[in-house]
């Protein structure tokens, strides 16, 4: 008498809980002596991975949903329009802290095709998300890329990241920008790979050890492919670093913007220094804008001008002075890595 033979099912395990889709990692299960199956295309499971989720939930339809939305946001320059896309979502969606601290989701698959989940939780339709007004990593991932493809985009990618000495790992969006990739992740600024990098490290505290890139191409659905996977010399050897050129050209461009909005101010680079000489009375403000020194990029220099500028005017106290004085001047200094904007008015 033949003894049985003992067939191993799949063990597929998605951390989604603290915001991550992994790698699909495996351990063996007995079910039957049924042949294993190819997985059913978009199946519950798919719901659970970074790479199948995209493909499965970013549809034509889905992306019509969009349309209205990517109507108000789009300028026509991708730079203007990824930026755009990330004041959206700062706005409108908040981050899931509740989905975030679930546990991770297990998913077995065993050889008869049967699928157990427990645990966890799915990622989130783009419409979704934006119905409910919230989501992790994961699911703005999603929903940045679809934005993307509802703008007419027909091609963007994403990052599948891991952390040192850690089991919770993020995901993000990216956009492909003459030659370089530029991280989009739930609000402004856009990051080059370096400053991305950095970010965690010397902001959140964590450590990259590796990303996979994956590319994500549109053309009536949404269809990626796993392109290569980052180091840190990845990351930081796409690293630009602020300069006082950038300092120069920063200030020079703020003004011109103050100047054009209220005719009452005339410039005057004699209050660079910040002394009131000549002048009956004065103040001064000062913005600090954290870590926006390692973010800024040459390639993003118009919109963080735009963001510096609305930074100072939409204070409400420091409209009224825009408004009240009649000379000024603007200095942009780095402190470390924080950004810092020298507004100085006076008065004769």
């Known amino acids: 008498m033949k003894s049985k033979m003992t067939l191993i099912a799949l063990i597929l395990l998605s951390v989604v809980g603290g915001c991550i889709s992994s790698p699909r990692l495996y351990s063996p299960s007995i079910e039957s ?22 493909e499965c939930l970013i549809t034509p339809e889905e992306v019509e949903t969009l349309l209205p939305i990517a109507d108000e946001l789009q300028e026509g320059d991708i730079r203007e329009d990824v ?46 998300t934006v119905t409910l007004g919230k989501g992790i990593c994961t ?16 091609e963007a990618y994403a990052l599948e990241i891991n952390f040192e000495n850690s089991e919770v790992g993020h995901t993000a969006a990216l956009a492909k920008i003459g030659g370089k990739f530029f991280v989009l992740d739930q609000k402004p600024p856009v990051m080059d790979l370096g400053s991305y990098y950095l970010h965690w490290k010397k902001v959140e505290g964590k450590a990259i050890s590796n990303a996979t890139l994956y590319r994500v191409r549109w053309s009536g659905g949404a269809d990626v492919e796993k392109l290569a996977v980052l180091y840190s010399s990845d990351f930081l050897n796409e690293d630009y670093v602020f300069t006082h050129f950038d300092a120069v050209r920063l200030t020079r461009e703020v003004v011109e913007k103050i100047e054009d909005e209220f005719p009452n101010l005339k410039k005057d680079e004699n209050l660079k220094s910040g002394k009131l000489i000549g002048y009956s009375s004065g103040k001064k403000w000062t913005i600090t804008l954290p870590n926006f020194a390692m973010y800024y990029s040459p390639e993003f220099h118009e919109q963080f001008v735009d963001y510096i500028y609305s930074s100072i005017k939409d204070t409400p106290e420091i409209l009224a002075d825009l408004r009240d004085y009649r000379f000024f001047w603007v200095n942009a200094e780095t402190e470390g890595d924080d950004l810092k904007i020298e507004l100085i008015l006076a008065r004769k």
């Open 33 to 54: 002596e049924i042949p294993s199956t190819p997985l059913e295309a978009c199946g519950e499971e798919s719901y659970y991975f970074l790479d199948s989720a995209i």
């Open 83 to 128: 930026w755009k896309i990330l004041e959206w979502e700062e706005d409108n969606i908040r981050y899931d802290f509740e989905k975030a601290s679930l546990s991770p989701a297990k998913i077995t698959t065993y050889l008869t095709g049967r699928v157990e989940i427990t645990g966890g939780s799915k990622i989130q339709s783009p419409s979704e």
């Open 139 to 154: 699911d703005y991932t999603v929903l940045t890329i679809a934005l993307l493809f509802a703008m007419n985009y027909t």
